[in-house]
């Protein structure tokens, strides 16, 4: 049988490193030119397959693709699309298939978190079930570091660095300022259901900086709350709060969904920090600033984690070895061996024990106040923080890459999504 | 006459590089042994003097002091502190001459903005009215460039950077993105009155990236902005909004004042990003992400400008050569001779000049339409956000300093301030 092409695609939230996984891939693909025909990236994600609006990367020369591994976001264009179950909507996976088909694709490779997984994983089923084989390899991507099995998700290492700098940073500004005037500094960050991201800023602590914890772990406690941060303004004359965006109360309801509401009665939509800074000031007087991160952290490619770019690369690379050795439904592993001096293989998962699993923070890496991050949390975390990988600049600014994405002709009818 | 100790303080908001001007007194005090004592610091800034609470800087090495370079924040300690007028508040300025005369201080080097230029003025005219010469030097420092006669201030190049780095990389996400979720990013930057900071998100257009920036020297026209965001997500699919904290409606006030009220009735402090945010979504409905960088910002050392590093240690070093030279009452300042190549003089300002006058963006630095940045303003930015200039590393994270801060013995009687 003539060798077949390969189809790639970026899922959910990008990442600082998803287009370092994108280079493994492409690059890989390209040194075995024997094997596997030419790279298609879905314009969008999943949507361009759907859609058969395929981007051909053959046309993108070996510097371009050499420059994704410093570029951040998703080179292709990424989506928020989940496909829903077989059952109710088996349209859409037969759709993909005939895509695949008309295109001579026989390796899908899906590069996202938890949910991708899951439809990679279908489309690996359906492709038996309809007589047409495709071998599809998921290449794990999230900042939310919550896939199962792997020991860390490429993305989460670098806003890891970057919350751990900038707390670290933002904490040496307001110990300056504190004497009169800005004693509390509030950051929140990125995380809805795993801690993650905000667990980072306890890495800070061994630098003496009094650092405060909200996890989305762990039910917000106003009281026990305001009185560590208190101590700490007594202790240290500042502070510092890390609050996670998926903090919520008790009851659920998130730190940011005050009901508050505009001029015109509208419900206004704030962050977690405000309203921290906020219950801070009124509780206990002491002024503050707050900052939001949001997409500055995942982007932030300038202050990658090296570990994370690394890692990132290998696992795109070992994805398309995994399917030359003729692997489907598997995801490339990140297999930790030591923590100090790290360690780590590239392992092997069945996408049927990564789909639909979220990995939380253990109890065990949270203190027992639920404010601060444990001894052996810090050692989980600093080796994915380790070591600088900075872009090229030309001047003053970072020289990412912008691909040309010219798309292949298509062959088959309009599809609506 | 014995030779004369140096006083330095740091005043106001701190940034990533007002150490590297600390670092340049320091140094270059050291090096003229024969002719400056010790180098006292102000224990947070001015009110350091004015209690007695003087750290001797002799009691760190020369590593700590050349790692206060590349160590963001003020390493003494800064302050909120503004002096009033010599006929309202001459109690302080007396004050201040006794601490100096008790510790046989003879150089006041003072390292912030235009308030602190104003109190170093104030000092030269006293010391002379009351016998006790002193050579008072201004340091310059502002992130938010606004002093006059220098041709930029030490700090604002590094958060101009962080802004054009930060602006850039979001861009990238909010592209990838777009098809399918987020078409808006809004960030706030700091800038009060004037909007230099936000001026440097404009950097990046010459990447293809589509910006919007909203300057407090430019009053808030709604319509005018709506138009021009959906013109962009019309065209290129997605929108960068950089809205400066000074942002204003024409009566004056700031967007963040929305008179929002939280479920006890108080008033709800938020920022301008969200307000901006949601004005987008109401009015055309596209899914937005908002930043607040806040601290994060200044206190970026982790990608400061290499020019602005460069030029906050010489004006340091400029400092105490005027002051060897036997100015007094002055400021050394950045003269520049050309945009590119870049080249500039280091060279003086009479304070009597430079207190009380505030720097805002020239007229022609910004569009006709308000919401961008000239070709001007390019070749005057530009230089300053060159070259990247790398704290050293340990475990993932900057290994930047936190001096010792011994105190000086007290001579003198407590002094309430």
Known sequence: MAKKNAFYAQSGGVTAVINASACGVIETARKHKDKIGKVYAGRNGIIGALTEDLIDTTKESDEAIAALRYTPSGAFGSCRYKLKSLEANKREYERLIEVFKAHNIGYFFYNGGGDSADTCFKVSQLSEAMGYPIQAIHVPKTVDNDLPITDCCPGFGSVAKYIAVSTLEASYDVRSMAKTSTKVFVLEVMGRHAGWIAAAGGLVEDQGIPVVILFPEVEFNQEAFLAKVDANV????????????????????????????????????????????????????????????????????????????????????????????????????????????????????????????????????????????????????????QGEDYPPYADGLPTYVTLKNVAVAKKLKEFKV
């Not at 070895?321 to 990140?334: C, I, R």
Request: glycine share 8%; net charge positive; proline share 5%.
């Open 234 to 385: 007594k202790k240290h004359g500042f502070c510092t709060v890390v609050v996670s965006e998926g903090c919520h109360y008790p009851d659920g309801r998130f730190l940011a969904e005050q009901g508050t509401r505009d001029a015109f009665g509208h419900a206004q939509l704030g962050g977690a920090a405000p309203v921290v800074a906020n219950m801070i000031k009124d509780a206990l007087g002491h002024k503050f600033h707050w900052a939001v991160a949001d997409y500055l952290q995942r982007a932030a490619r300038h202050v990658a984690s090296k570990t994370d770019v690394k890692q990132a690369y290998q696992l795109g690379k070992a994805a398309v070895e995994l399917a030359l050795k003729g692997h489907n439904s598997v995801m490339p592993t990140v297999d930790r061996v030591s923590d100090a001096p790290y360690k780590y293989k590239i392992g092997m998962a069945p996408l049927a024990k990564v789909a639909n699993v979220e990995k939380m923070m253990p109890k065990d890496f949270i203190t027992k106040d639920g404010f601060g991050i444990t001894a052996k949390c810090k050692r989980y975390l600093t080796p994915l923080i």
